[in-house]
């Protein structure tokens, strides 16, 4: 009865998805100060720097169903790796923020089709008993990278031609990824296709969106516009509060406590439900936007980060779980897309939305209306979803 979940396939993917995600993070804490420092871009300029890279992945979830419909996921992840290194060499050629908003545009579309290709795979290789595990150790690899990219993008950040660095780093771990999944030979299920009554309706919502992942989905995406103010405005912030040491320090904190908590919480979604895991993470999550809205000292950026790193951390991988659990199984990958794109449209538009905010209220203010969303998002959560778990929950007991 114990379904194998480390198969090579799963270890393969998941760490594809760590390199590209560190990527993705080192550049998404350091575009916003580029723009700003080789531009001399506004706050909400250089917000829309960081964001439109998240626009672009959201476009290119939208285009995943179709892709993965003509060319099956193996080869959708090959051409997708293969189109970030073309699209990645352009960040060499900027020589204005038009330029560089158009590159970071097309490099979020490729990893938009790269990334959900990676969890569309794990969702299908993985045993369906241990579905919450199975997507909590992959969203590891997820939570490490977020750890590692910002933390060395930091550090390039202080070199000479540091950005050139990083863009150059960018290039070689996607050949990297290329290389493993070639050395490996890699094996990928084909998706189920479901079967259609007459002419397939190309411009149908449903093509493109699972509409039962559309509830949680929008809560996460009110989470990830939260958080976006972290991650696009972390330099910024240090800067300004004189804090810069400890913000270096932020997503390495934020990711040790979710990879301390994750074996744990896969687990128990998988015995216990969602909601044992969401509450109290959505409370410690709202509390660590406001210890960090009101950080005087380098202990409450680290203590904020500890609290989102097991809120938002967490929060991530239950909304996906729970937006995967009820598809069927031929729009298991939709079910993925959806998630993603409504979580790419909260990071996406709230750099540039909380940008001009930003230029009105201040920081401090901005983080506060924060952590107010959060706890919003207690009695919504409980609405669209954590009242029709209630009683399986008292049942097992």
Not at 219 to 227: A, H
Request: proline share 3%; glycine share 10%.
């Amino acid at each position: 009865m114990d379904q194998k979940l480390w198969t090579k396939e799963f270890i393969i993917i998941s760490l594809v998805n760590f390199l590209l995600t560190m990527m993705y993070f080192l550049l998404m804490v350091t575009m916003s100060n580029y723009a700003v420092e080789t531009y001399g871009a506004k706050v909400s300029t250089a917000g829309l720097v960081a964001s439109i890279f998240v626009l672009g992945c959201l476009v290119g979830r939208l285009a995943l169903g179709k892709l993965v419909e003509r060319f099956g996921l193996l080869q959708v992840l090959i051409f997708g790796l293969l189109g970030i290194v073309l699209v990645s060499l352009g960040y060499f050629l900027a020589y204005s923020v038009a330029t560089l908003l158009l590159i970071r545009i097309l490099h979020g579309f490729t990893v938009g089709v790269v990334s959900t290709t990676a969890s569309t795979i794990c969702v299908r290789i993985v045993p369906a008993a241990r579905k919450g595990e199975g997507i909590s150790y992959f969203s590891l690899s997820h939570v490490l990278s977020s750890a590692i990219g910002p933390f060395v993008g930091m550090m390039l950040n202080h070199l000479n031609n540091g950005f050139q660095w990083m863009f150059a780093l960018n290039i070689v771990t996607v050949l990297i990824c290329m290389f493993i999944i070639k050395l490996a030979g890699l094996q990928v299920p084909n998706m189920e296709k479901a079967a259609v009554d007459g002419k397939p309706k190309i411009w149908n919502i449903s093509n493109y969106i699972d509409k039962q992942a559309i509830p949680i989905s929008l809560l996460i995406m009110m989470f990830g516009f939260c958080f976006s103010s972290v991650t696009s405005y972390l330099m910024l912030y240090g800067k300004e509060t004189g804090l810069i040491k400890a913000a270096s320090y932020f997503f390495l904190i934020h990711s040790l406590c979710i990879l301390c908590s994750r074996p744990f919480t896969g687990k128990i979604m998988d015995a216990r439900g969602t909601n044992i895991v969401v509450y109290p993470c959505m409370l410690l999550f709202a509390t660590g936007m406001f210890i960090y809205s009101q950080s005087t000292a380098d202990w409450m950026i680290l203590i904020a980060a500890a609290c989102m790193g097991l809120g938002f951390g967490n929060i991530n991988s239950a909304a996906q779980l729970i937006a995967v659990k009820n598809a069927d199984p031929d729009r298991l990958g939709l079910a993925t897309a959806t998630y993603f794109i409504f979580m790419d449209l909260g990071f996406g538009l709230g750099p540039y939305l909380l940008g001009h905010i930003i230029e009105g209220i201040g920081f401090r203010m901005l983080y506060t209306m924060a952590s107010c969303i959060g706890l919003i998002c207690i009695p919504i959560y409980y609405k669209i979803y954590g009242n029709k778990e209630i009683i399986p929950i008292l049942e097992d007991k």
